[in-house]
């Protein structure tokens, strides 16, 4: 038990050790300020970290990670991520990724009470509901899952265009772009599945907010 838990201690002194090498101002100009480019809304999977599967380093991406990599636009934890990252730190990109063989996608495909988590799933349930009629013509329910993953990633894309804080940074010509991106845990693959929004004339109208 206490091992493995002192383990990631021992890490990180090696880490810590491993950067200063290439670069003895590592941490100093980490200090000063954050500048990141990217907000990355992603699963809480532990096979999904941001970093490591962009190649990007610390500093680069201001994460948000949630079950199923969800925008509940009532969430206020999700909102703060958001309203910091777009109106402070001016994000150019945000990035929802999903991926394959989501536990919650799953979870939310199927009937079993499962408790608290149900209040969470149950916006997975309704992306299903809006996608009814393309899902339940998939009959393989491998492929069933892995569109609902997908088609889950564009209304996510969808619910941050609706937000007054994505309108507002548009309305002030601030660019920003959000994207909605697929990681296959099987290959490690990322799939850009192209649903970016970029204006609020990407929105349908009853979302304007003037
Ligand atoms: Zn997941």
Known sequence: ????????????????????????????????????????????????????????????????????????????????????????????HIIVCGHYGCGGVLAAMHNKQLGLIDNWLRHIKDVYRYHHKELDAIEDKTLRARRLVEVNVMEQVHDLGKTSIVQNAWKRNQPLHIHGWVYDINDGMIKDLEVTFRDTKDLHSVYHLD
């Open 1 to 92: 038990m206490e091992q493995s838990y002192n383990k990631l201690l021992e890490n990180n002194k090696k880490w810590v050790a491993e950067q200063l090498a290439l670069d003895p101002d590592f941490f100093n100009n980490l200090a000063n300020s954050q500048n990141p480019e990217y907000l990355w809304i992603g699963c809480s999977d532990s096979r999904v970290p941001a970093n490591q599967i962009t190649g990007t380093k610390p500093g680069d991406v201001f994460v948000h990670r949630n079950i199923a990599n969800m925008v509940v636009h009532s969430d206020m934890n999700m909102l703060s991520v958001l309203s910091y990252a777009v109106e402070v730190l001016k994000v150019k």
